[in-house]
């Protein structure tokens, strides 16, 4: 008996630009970006929102094979620059997660200083149509043991601030990695989220509390294809991900795909 897997993709991107080498492990370059969108609208992808992900998910709805959504995180300026377009022009919907407290102001990563939307820029993102959602604690993870109160304090902290700046009700809810224990979950609905969304691998099976969302963090476009396929989506959640990680199975994949691509480099 073959295995329905009632679960759309929900692709998770970070920063989108030319920076500095050490900010771009989680990043991708504008130009592959692009790709990765024309290769969507080309091969007939359907592209969700997190609503129709989640419904599909508890069985509301039937979502065609080719059905993902894209998440974008961090609230960095090149949301706007270099993916708001992109997004308009294939006329692709996603879920930007923001952190209130770096709106207008800048982030760093690994020491690089990027700056971040403006809250003009986050009220045409609305106005278009695409949805905003909260990076709680500040882009911390909860991976683990977490401070519970800190993390609490974090978001009625964040809160306060989307609802002084913007008319719009905030439904979802991501973390970096990890996901709530119980009295995190019951605190956060009821701040009104309906879901929330973390990085796979998540070892358990998606559920409101916590759905992993594949990172699209990589130029190669075999590892893309690789993450987007249904084989990656069967495995992306089960505990057999860290022996994949434990024996570095994934870097090999890495490996065997650059080799691929300097042998059709040079024919």
Known sequence: MIRIIKEAPVLLYHNIGHYHADAMEDGLLPETFRQQMHFFSENGYNIVTLNQALDHLAG????PL???ALTIDGGYRDAYTDVFPVLKNHNFHATFFIIPECIGRERKIKGE???????DEVHKIIESGMNVGLLAYKGKSIKGEYDESAVMESIVSAMK????KIDYEIQYCAFKEG???KPLWNFLQKQGFQAVF?????????SLTGIGRIQIDDDDHNIFLTKISKTYLFFKDKRSWKYIRK???????HRISETLNRIKKNR
């Open 198 to 206: 973390t990085q796979c691998p998540t070892n358990r099976k998606p």
């Open 247 to 253: 024996y570095k199975i994934d870097r090999l994949a």
């Open 179 to 181: 996901f709530p224990e």
């Open 66 to 68: 080719k059905s993902l």
């Open 60 to 63: 509301r709805d039937h979502l």
């Open 113 to 119: 200083p990027i700056k971040c939307l403006t809250w």
């Open 161 to 164: 601030i989307l609802k002084s």
